[in-house]
């Protein structure tokens, strides 16, 4: 899950502000597939310093222990005030300090809703998967021009980071049910997802799905019990 903000198409007028365009799309969608953390400067918490840590780490050990007890993940708390929580290469599972203290007081059902996406990214290994994506030249490498081919390679990873959270959304349901908990319980998170924190647009360059499609996908799932 990630809820930063999604770019906005200036108007094109000239040249130059293509250009400026080009440029402002890549270092977008180059600052979320690098990981959220560096490049805003947040900072983990050091123990005990932020609120929600213990809970954090119990919400994801809950997840675990019913589906794959045979593993460890480690709850990491960052101090900010963005509402995220996101993964990388490694089996570190990221919150903001600002969401997971909305999450604690929503309840055990919302913070394993979280943790249970958050896993299902990690073991899935969607990081690597769209990084190797971003960087290997698959897409269109035949087209001269390298802004319409940068262009198309954005698109292309925006469409598989989707398709990564569809997948991570299938995941999660099934990890929450064997813990004990039940696919409503992951649709009122994204129903309260939709209603608290901004939605991503329609756009081919946006990294994650409507929430509503999202809600709607979850919607059609048989019980995994
Ligand atoms: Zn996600």
Not at 54 to 69: E, G, Y
Not at 141 to 148: I, R, Y
Request: hydrophobic share 35%; net charge positive.
């Amino acid at each position: 899950m990630s809820t930063h903000k999604e770019s906005q198409t200036p108007g094109l007028k000239n040249r130059n502000s293509g250009l400026v365009f080009h440029a402002l799309i890549f270092s977008i969608l180059l600052f979320m597939q690098t990981g959220c953390a560096t490049q805003l400067g947040q900072h983990p918490c050091a123990v005990d310093e932020c609120f929600g840590q213990d809970i954090w780490q119990k919400a994801i050990d809950r997840i675990v222990a019913k589906n794959f007890p045979e593993e460890q993940y480690y709850g990491r708390v960052y101090s900010d005030r963005l509402n995220n929580a996101w993964t990388t290469h490694d089996t570190n599972v990221n919150i903001s300090e600002d969401l997971l203290t909305k999450l604690i007081l929503l309840g055990d059902p919302y913070l394993l809703s979280v943790s249970a996406h958050e896993i299902a990214h990690i073991r899935s290994d969607h990081y690597s998967r769209k990084a190797s994506l971003s960087y290997v030249s698959s897409i269109g490498s035949q087209d001269t021009n390298p802004f319409t081919y940068r262009e198309k390679r954005l698109k292309a990873v925006a469409r598989v980071s989707r398709k990564h959270e569809i997948e991570a959304d299938m995941l999660a349901v099934q990890y929450m049910e064997k813990a004990g908990y039940h696919r409503e319980d992951y649709l009122n998170f994204l129903k309260w997802m939709k209603s608290n924190l901004k939605d991503a647009p329609h756009s081919d360059l946006a990294t994650h799905p409507p929430i509503i499609e999202r809600i709607n996908r979850i919607k059609k799932l048989a019980s995994f019990q």
